[in-house]
Nanobody
Framework: QVQLVESGGGLVQAGGSLRLSCAAS????????MGWYRQAPGKQRELVAS???????SYADSVKGRFTISRDTAKNTVYLQMNSLKPEDTAVYYC???????????????WGQGTQVTVSS
């Protein structure tokens, strides 16, 4: 019913930039929150950044001042602009939307397929 498709990962040198995108499609009634998570090898998945339906944003301390989350509500798309990348940012990045599908009352979480970000030193 709902699909999230990510794009934009890749290999970059330390200090470089990447922009991730995640677009939702399907029977979307409303989108509550959009977020980006990441999971490095051997570590738990962690929240990187999120944006609410009112536009409020929050960030993990480790990325504040370097990453920016934004959205295009007309396109049901969220972006993550990542600047000044560090080797410790290397991980698989996943988008997560809380979506209420058409004709349903409550929202639920949907995940993207994940995109690899590798930062070389």
């Amino acid at each position: 019913q709902v699909q999230l498709v990510e794009s934009g990962g890749g290999l970059v040198q330390a200090g470089g930039s990447l922009r991730l995108s995640c677009a939702a499609s399907g029977s979307i009634g409303s989108i509550n929150t959009m977020g980006w998570y990441r999971q490095a090898p051997g570590k738990q998945r962690e929240l990187v950044a999120s944006i609410t339906n009112s536009g409020s944003t929050s960030y993990a301390d480790s990325v504040k001042g370097r990453f920016t989350i934004s959205r295009d509500t007309a396109k049901n798309t969220v972006y993550l602009q990542m600047n000044s990348l560090k080797p410790e940012d290397t991980a698989v990045y996943y988008c997560n939307f809380n979506i209420r599908v058409v004709f349903s009352r409550d929202g639920r979480n949907y995940w993207g397929q994940g995109t690899q970000v590798t930062v070389s030193s």
